[in-house]
């Protein structure tokens, strides 16, 4: 249960547009969780990571990720599905154009596009079966 804090009301009244309707909880899950499963779609992408339960193990362990959802990846991947993570990405992403916050990562769209999981997006990374910017490095 959230703690009511006046100073926080203070913040988000000097700061929100007139008449704006309030958000949604749906809405504030999608705003931070789909860029947060992109980035770790990035990480993929970049070789920072070599698999997707590597991002899982550092948010479970690292971050306090409930253990019952397997990690964000994990969780993208099983509990809302990637087609939906993409579509939500494309309208964030037209939505706010003058931030690439919300754009999605090449990673994830191969994956959707060929219907692919995210550990066979990684493997086809590897091989060069996907546009990787980075493998020309």
């Known amino acids: 249960m959230p703690l009511p804090s006046s100073e926080v009301d203070a913040l988000v009244a000097r700061f929100a547009k007139p008449n704006q309707a309030p958000f949604k909880p749906e809405q504030m899950i ?8 992109n980035l770790g779609f990035l990480c993929l992408e970049e070789g920072i990571a070599e698999r997707p339960s590597d991002i899982d193990v550092v948010y479970l ?12 990846m994990f969780w993208a991947e099983n509990d ?8 939500s990405l ?9 931030t690439d916050y919300f754009v ?15 550990e066979e997006g990684c493997k086809q990374l590897r091989k060069g079966g996907l546009d990787n910017p980075f493998s020309k490095l």
């Open 104 to 118: 999605p990562s090449k990673l994830l769209q191969h994956c959707v596009e060929r219907g692919v999981a995210v």
């Open 90 to 98: 494309k309208k964030l992403s037209a939505m706010y154009p003058t």
């Open 61 to 72: 362990y690292g971050y306090g990720w409930p253990v019952y959802r397997g990690g964000p």
């Open 30 to 37: 999608e705003q931070v969780m789909c860029p947060l499963v």
């Open 80 to 87: 809302v599905g990637l087609e939906n993570i993409l579509a």
